[in-house]
């Protein structure tokens, strides 16, 4: 007979929020992407390969997460995190970076062994 072993995270796997300035720019722009029924749209982060490291982070909206996909909850704030991705995300902090020039969502991932130059792409 065999036996299944059922392997649950004890710790989420991303900061959902991470910083304030990213929980406040989650909460601004939920507001702005709710469904044709009004129900809530999440915000999905995963991996995808791609760029001179071979990593790159996606942002996707989608109304509710796949089977095996993780909920992360932060201050108000619900993320969803691929299943693919979870393993490379293990441990990540999301933030927001606002400049004269770009605002964009920052993670700070302790796995990321590399990163190319411009920075758009990450080795784990």
Same mark, same amino acid.
């Given at each position: 007979?065999?036996?299944?072993?059922?392997?649950?995270?004890?710790?989420?796997?991303?900061?959902?929020?991470?910083?304030? *300035?990213?929980?406040?720019?989650?909460?601004?722009?939920?507001?702005?992407?709710?469904?044709?029924?009004?129900?809530?749209?999440?915000?999905?982060?995963?991996?995808?390969?791609?760029?001179?490291?071979?990593?790159?982070?996606?942002?996707?909206?989608?109304?509710?997460?796949? *089977?095996?996909?993780?909920?992360?909850?932060?201050?108000?704030?619900?993320?969803?995190?691929?299943?693919?991705?979870?393993?490379?995300?293990?441990?990540?902090?999301?933030?927001?970076?606002?400049? *004269?020039?770009?605002?964009?969502?920052?993670?700070?991932?302790?796995?990321?062994?590399?990163?190319?130059?411009?920075?758009?792409?990450?080795?784990?």
């Amino acid at each position: 007979m065999r036996a299944s072993l059922l392997l649950r995270m004890s710790k989420a796997a991303v900061s959902a929020g991470g910083t304030p *300035k990213a929980v406040e720019r989650l909460k601004e722009l939920s507001k702005k992407m709710p469904t044709e029924d009004g129900k809530p749209r999440y915000l999905k982060i995963g991996i995808q390969g791609k760029g001179c490291s071979g990593n790159a982070y996606t942002l996707n909206w989608v109304e509710s997460p796949k *089977k095996f996909d993780e909920r992360v909850e932060q201050d108000g704030v619900t993320v969803i995190i691929d299943s693919k991705a979870l393993i490379t995300l293990l441990g990540t902090e999301m933030d927001y970076f606002e400049g *004269k020039l770009a605002s964009q969502f920052v993670f700070n991932n302790p796995n990321v062994k590399g990163a190319c130059g411009c920075g758009e792409s990450f080795l784990v």
